[in-house]
């Protein structure tokens, strides 16, 4: 295994994946972790993460210095090269010039990390440190026109420190440096398979229930679903799926879930229609926060529901929960204090009920919950779904929400997604969806004028959701959907395509 010390860096999961991706199992911890837990994990190698602090002000942050005594291989990136060369003992300095974006690095000795590269490579910086002086015993490698010691090896102790990003695609071979650290220096196992972690995860959910039963929410998304059919793997129909329709999914989506679970002999799926509840409370309700808490709480409410009136016989005694790895890290981590933007809806119930959690994914990434679904034998479609948030279509009608509005806005989505898909943008995109201005403005039909409402478009790229780019889509594909959306959907007469970059929106509209 590979520990990824991370400095609050936005690429310590992207390192985590890459390395995950060479088939070596790795797990991102914080940095302050102490060297005797370290020791416990016992890893192959350990890599500190780049991060946005300076080494050179007070208070940032700096591993255990014991680490550097546990005869463990350690590669520090960027903020991670220079905290390794401060600490042991070497000089780092504002540098007059930073450097971001693409550099060409001159190698000067092809080994380590560099065994196999050539004497020019290009790599992608994003720093404003440098180190100036090299800590003794350490060697300097590679340097670029403004930085003289842009990588540094201690061949003896296995330490190794690089100023630039070797896990982002700009650096062109930095998965062979990585290949090197993992194979050559730390001689790590490639035993991190997706049908053999798809094994270990039934037969660890099978250990942990022992012959009790399960209740799991079911939200339409791939997490859960993923969840459930891996529970389901372990322990058959001791499993209790509830499904709480909110009438606010995307077209088609409760039939196309429910049908696939069922269709493959999961008989204990309940599906709870609360659209009538949920369309009643939230009447007359425009405030973004205000809607957001009522589904929560509705959710959470009718769930128990089920779980106290027709579940009560089966005596459940654990939740299991869609929790993925970076959900779990994020939490943990205390350095961190985001502001709240919004109030995320996931489903928590209250601790009161007093049920052991199971979450199944807890250890997954994504694109690692998507391979173990297909091993598993999930339908692509069914995978390959873009995210949906807990509040669903709610917060994707600005202000009020009325049946009307809800039938134009999943007609509308829905219209916008086909067309997507036969293009084969559809998996291009990370998120795209239809949006309800329900601002009404004149347009013509036929001979008639119209006086409908508007549709906004929102495609996105993005790695995680935290920052996202509006998606460059070709102009003839737009106005296919343009027309499609105007054609099909009764109700609206103009669409339009946000080019908005989140930071400053976000890519929900509330
Ligand atoms: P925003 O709108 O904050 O969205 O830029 C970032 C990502 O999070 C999703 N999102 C949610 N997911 N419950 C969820 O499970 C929520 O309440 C929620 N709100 C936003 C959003 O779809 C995007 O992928």
């Known amino acids: 295994m590979i520990v990824i010390l991370n400095f609050g860096s936005q690429f310590a999961h992207l390192i985590g994946r890459r390395v995950r991706d060479m088939g070596v199992r790795a797990?991102?911890?914080?940095?302050?972790?102490?060297?005797?837990?370290?020791?416990?994990?016992?890893?192959?190698?350990?890599?500190?993460?780049?991060?946005?602090?300076?080494?050179?002000?007070?208070?940032?942050?700096?591993?255990d210095k014991k680490i550097f005594d546990l005869g463990i291989p350690i590669l520090g990136i960027c903020y991670g090269h220079q905290v390794m060369a401060h600490m042991l003992g070497g000089k780092v300095?504002?540098?007059?010039?930073?450097?971001?974006?693409?550099?060409?690095?001159?190698?000067?000795?092809?080994?380590?990390?560099?065994?196999?590269?050539?004497a020019k490579e290009t790599v992608w910086f994003s720093h404003g440190d440098q180190v100036v002086k090299l800590p003794k015993g350490l060697v300097g490698t590679v340097s670029t026109k403004h930085c003289a010691h842009a990588a540094f090896a201690d061949a003896r102790r296995n330490?190794?420190?690089?100023?630039?990003?070797?896990?982002?695609?700009?650096?062109?071979?930095?998965?062979?440096?990585?290949?090197?650290?993992?194979?050559?220096?730390?001689?790590?196992?490639r035993d991190w398979k997706i049908a053999s972690i798809t094994e270990e995860i039934v037969d660890g959910i099978t250990r942990e229930v022992g012959g009790e039963h399960v209740v799991v929410g079911i939200s339409g998304g791939v997490d859960s679903l993923v969840a459930a059919t891996l529970i389901h793997r372990a322990i058959g129909n001791r499993l209790h799926a509830?499904?709480?329709?909110?009438?606010?999914?995307?077209?088609?989506?409760?039939?196309?879930?429910?049908g696939y679970l069922r269709k493959?002999?999961?008989?204990?799926?309940?599906?709870?229609?609360?659209?009538?509840?949920?369309?009643?409370?939230?009447?007359?309700?425009?405030?973004?926060?205000?809607?957001?808490?009522?589904?929560?709480?509705?959710?959470?409410?009718?769930?128990e529901?089920?779980?106290?009136?027709?579940?009560?016989?089966?005596?459940?005694?654990?939740?299991?929960?869609?929790?993925?790895?970076?959900?779990?890290?994020?939490?943990?981590?205390?350095?961190?204090?985001?502001?709240?933007?919004?109030?995320?809806?996931?489903?928590?119930?209250?601790?009161?009920?007093?049920?052991?959690?199971?979450?199944?994914?807890?250890?997954?990434?994504?694109?690692?919950v998507r391979k173990v679904g297909a091993a598993l034998g999930l339908p692509h479609e069914l995978l390959w779904r873009h995210p949906f948030p807990g509040p669903g279509l709610a917060i994707r009608i600005v202000g009020e929400i009325t049946k009307e509005r809800l039938e134009i806005l999943r007609e509308a989505d829905a219209v916008f997604i086909e067309v997507l898909r036969k293009a084969g943008e559809y998996e291009k995109i990370w998120q795209a969806f239809a949006v309800l201005l329900p601002l009404k403005t004149v347009g013509v039909m036929g001979d008639g004028?119209?006086?409908?409402?508007?549709?906004?478009?929102?495609?996105?790229?993005?790695v995680d959701g935290m920052s996202a780019d509006w998606h460059k889509m070709p102009t003839e594909l737009l106005e296919k959907i343009s027309s499609a959306i105007v054609g099909k959907v009764r109700g609206v007469n103009r669409?339009?395509?946000?080019?908005?970059?989140?930071?400053?929106?976000t890519i929900e509209y509330e």
């Open 27 to 63: 797990e991102v911890v914080p940095y302050d972790i102490s060297a005797s837990e370290i020791e416990k994990l016992a890893p192959s190698g350990i890599i500190f993460s780049g991060g946005p602090a300076s080494v050179l002000e007070k208070g940032s942050p700096r591993p």
């Open 495 to 505: 669409v339009l395509y946000d080019i908005t970059q989140k930071p400053p929106a």
């Open 159 to 189: 330490f190794f420190g690089i100023q630039f990003h070797p896990e982002v695609t700009h650096t062109l071979h930095g998965k062979k440096m990585l290949e090197n650290f993992l194979f050559s220096i730390c001689h790590a196992k």
């Open 264 to 303: 493959h002999g999961f008989r204990g799926l309940h599906v709870v229609d609360a659209s009538k509840t949920f369309l009643k409370r939230l009447a007359g309700v425009s405030d973004p926060e205000a809607k957001r808490t009522i589904i929560g709480y509705s959710f959470i409410e009718i769930f």
């Open 93 to 118: 300095v504002k540098g007059k010039q930073g450097e971001f974006g693409k550099e060409t690095l001159l190698v000067k000795h092809k080994k380590g990390l560099f065994v196999g590269l050539s």
């Open 305 to 368: 529901k089920a779980i106290k009136g027709e579940l009560k016989k089966y005596r459940i005694t654990h939740l299991a929960q869609g929790t993925i790895y970076p959900d779990r890290v994020e939490s943990a981590s205390t350095s961190t204090t985001a502001a709240k933007i919004k109030s995320h809806h996931n489903l928590t119930l209250p601790e009161k009920m007093g049920f052991k959690i199971l979450e199944p994914l807890r250890d997954l990434y994504k694109d690692e």
């Open 242 to 258: 509830v499904f709480v329709d909110t009438g606010l999914l995307r077209k088609g989506e409760v039939a196309q879930v429910a």
């Open 449 to 462: 004028r119209t006086y409908e409402y508007i549709v906004a478009l929102r495609a996105v790229d993005s």
